[in-house]
């Protein structure tokens, strides 16, 4: 395998720490000598705990999630600094995060350990000192998010938490009674529902097992071996490192579910390689932004979102993959035609033979990497559950890695992965964790359905309307905020009223979650552009604007699955969402040439708006529509042939006359 040199290790480095600022947020702290080691010591313990009691272990499911929480709480504590000022190298914990520390023990000690008296001998009834702990707890919830998730996420639970409060003194159909102190942290940390509900249930069982996944498969090489492949694939082709950007960004996509973590594991190879080609640092960093967000809707792991989306809808996980494994196609398909058509606008060529590995090389040397995602769709199409599927594939991707002395785990790599899986699960973990005050406070106010009363109000019977709305609300509770958080929080206020307006239930949690997926490129909070940025060397409000160029048909899509959910796989036969799916493929192809002016030649004002139309029927479902779609695009192609053959001909008289002369 053609695995790139160790050097740039170093230069990694680097680009993430720019990462770092550009997402805004805080760094882990890197401590030095026997604080290292206690760390890893933690991360070793939480990762057999989670993997012994997600299998074969028992235990009470609010107790399991508890423990989880505690593990979350005191390793936030311990490696995400209370400011940016105070990150860096250290020898030992602040004193404050040793507070925190122990009252997060306490808090959660307490909890387990009081838990069943709760329930079995005082029915549920709190005593002063449970409301006490409870208060505790919450208000080290905050801290952790604000630490981690940053101020985005945590000022949203923070408004929800005193609607509890204040929401009494506010008129008109937003206000309620209020509520006590006790009530709510009754609510919060002793209920089912609150921080110990479904989200942080899903982080505690799911989410940590796939992080920890996607780490063994990252230092086992199969980024490098995704890198090389890619390359083999589309380096050749017109704007070949951009097209490289997508295969690389897509594959690694569909097993870390995490946009930033896209970027910054393969932007940092083909940003510069994208620059050196010839394309400028806004739309190199741009296509790389918007093909590491495509990775939080394609199959086979969706990040977080995608489990508990199949919590929500009572499914199994296997539905949710299948569902968004169309609108994944289309997103990638436009994204690719998009670089493809600005290539050719540009007249960039692709790479030259010497720089692109060997199709037989590359498969020969890394295949065997493939394995565990062989491993992993295999089990989840025989029907075992999502946590057996991601056991079994990470104890293959050890095995696999044996096969090659080149991709060889060692104990000190699978330790790594260990500590790296841990670690990579906090900011999740606690996002989750925060969320369930917000699905409280909608579920004890009710205010879902006042806003859901209120918007079905404004749109009437428009279900288009309607799903503007939600778009909306997706798009503004997404900016700044993690992925899962957002759809969280739209599918508890916003998706219930696209159900009530008969809207299919899986086509309107995947809408949600599209658009809670591309708050990621969505100005003015866009994350995954951003990081990008950082990388390119540019600005990012410029790779902000376009990326939303780029990804613009993305928007579009969700749209036409809402009304039609065969997209989807529901609501039709196999053959139907097939159908469905070669001429929306054709749709996104004409929508690209749209956004970018260009089919066979440069397209004039008269053949977009013909190919616009074009798409929009081909995308909408249906045999009339696509029949009608690609009579229009025959047009389009008819009327540039002729002007290439003018341009020909008159290119053959121009020549001749300069021989004659």
Sequence with gaps: MKFLPKRRKAKDSEQLSEVDQADDSVKQVNYLGFMSRIILLLCIVWTVFQLYTSSYGVMETVKFRAWHLGFLLVLTFLLYPASKKSSGNRVAPTAWDIICVILAVGSIGYFISMYDNFILERNGINTTLDYIIGGIAVLLLFEASRRVAGKGLTIIAAIFLLYNFFGAYIPGLLGHYGFTVERVINVMFWGSQGIFGIALGVSATYIFVFVLFGAFLKNSGFTDFINDLALTIAGRSAGGPAKVAIFGSGFMGMISGSAVGNVVTTGTVTIPMMKKTGYNP???????????TGGLIAPPIMGAAGFIMAQFLGVPYTVVMMAALIPAVLYYVTLFMVVHFEAKNMGLSGLSKENIPNAVEVLKNGGHLLIPLIVLVGALFSGVTPLFAAIWALLSTVAASWLRKSTRMNVRTILRSIEEGAKGAINVGIACAIVGVVIATVSLTSLGLVVGNNVINLAGDSVFLAALLTMAISIILGMGVPVTAAYIIVAAIAVPILITMNVAPLAAHMFAFYYAALSSITPPVALASYAASGIAGTDSGK????????????????????????????GGSTWDSLLAAVTAIIGVIA?????????FIKTNLVQRVIMLVAAFLLIFPGLLYGLLGAALIGVVTVMQRLSIRKEDEAAKTTSGKRLTL
């Design 591 to 599: 929508l690209a040439s749209v956004v970018k002016g260009r089919l």
């Design 543 to 570: 790779v902000s604007i376009e990326s939303l160029k780029i990804g613009l048909a993305g928007f579009i899509v969700p749209f036409f699955f809402l009304f039609n959910p065969v997209l989807l796989f529901d």
């Design 282 to 292: 806004k739309f190199a960093g741009a296509v790389e932004a918007v093909a590491s």
